[in-house]
Antibody, heavy 120, light 107 residues
Framework: QVQLQESGPGLVKPSQTLSLICSVS??????????WGWLRQHPGKGLEWIGY???????YYTPSLKSRLSMSVDTSKNQFSLRLNSVTAADSAVYYC????????????WGQGTLVTVSS | DIQMTQSPSSLSASVGDRVTITCRAS??????LNWYQQQPQKAPRLLIY???TLQSGVPTRFSGSGSGAEYTLTISGLQPEDFATYYC?????????FGQGTKVEIK
């Protein structure tokens, strides 16, 4: 059974960097056919795609966050990560990691989500 | 960006009802349309991908249809566990975008 689990600080100070890791169990992150991605949901709001990355090659980011965003995949640890620089209160949200099929770009597996609050 | 608009934003229904949710894209998305269910305080769950393909393990009372820019999710025979918020998402072009959600509430 494939599972994803987010980890990282729940509180980040304004202007600092938000860093999250998603640990994958039950499957290899190097599997063909899948992107590994991040999404977020502001309190009481809808879903927002942040970006995704194949285990090799370039990442794809949403334009509104691209200048502050970095994603990477660590195949040795079977993990992938998100870094968002220069955060503000507007980046406070529940962050989800998820797996997307390369063909349909549907997210078939999700982590449970982690709440990140940006506050001093 | 491709804009996704769901209607209605919310609806009230009874157990056993047939419910239909519509999702319209701002351009044709060639059936690259996925549907999710989200229970409160839970991660979304994929229900249907490629407009009409049921994800493994999802009850057959859920179905999807559509083409071009207009798609529907139908729940035939609403069950208590179906009261949730439903989102559509286009996978045609990045940035991937979601509808604003449709909350299905108990009448």
């Amino acid at each position: 059974q494939v599972q994803l689990q987010e980890s990282g600080p729940g509180l980040v100070k304004p202007s600092q960097t938000l860093s999250l890791i998603c640990s994958v169990s039950g499957a290899s992150i190097s599997s063909d056919g899948y992107y590994w991605g991040w999404l977020r949901q502001h309190p009481g709001k809808g879903l927002e795609w942040i970006g995704y990355k194949y285990y090799i090659g370039s990442a794809y980011y949403t334009p509104s966050l691209k200048s502050r965003l970095s994603m990477s995949v660590d195949t040795s640890k079977n993990q992938f990560s998100l870094r968002l620089n220069s955060v503000t209160a507007a980046d406070s949200a529940v962050y989800y990691c998820a797996r997307a099929g390369q063909k349909e770009l549907s997210f078939d597996l999700w982590g449970q989500g982690t709440l990140v609050t940006v506050s001093s | 960006d491709i804009q996704m608009t769901q209607s209605p934003s919310s609806l009230s229904a009874s157990v056993g009802d047939r419910v239909t949710i519509t999702c319209r894209a701002s351009q044709s998305i060639n059936t690259f349309l996925n549907w999710y269910q989200q229970q409160p305080q839970k991660a979304p769950r994929l229900l249907i991908y490629a407009a009409s393909t049921l994800q493994s393990g999802v009850p057959t009372r859920f179905s999807g249809s559509g083409s071009g820019a207009e798609y529907t999710l139908t729940i035939s025979g609403l069950q208590p566990e179906d009261f949730a918020t439903y989102y559509c998402q286009q996978g045609y072009r990045t940035p991937l975008t979601f509808g604003q959600g449709t909350k299905v509430e108990i009448k």
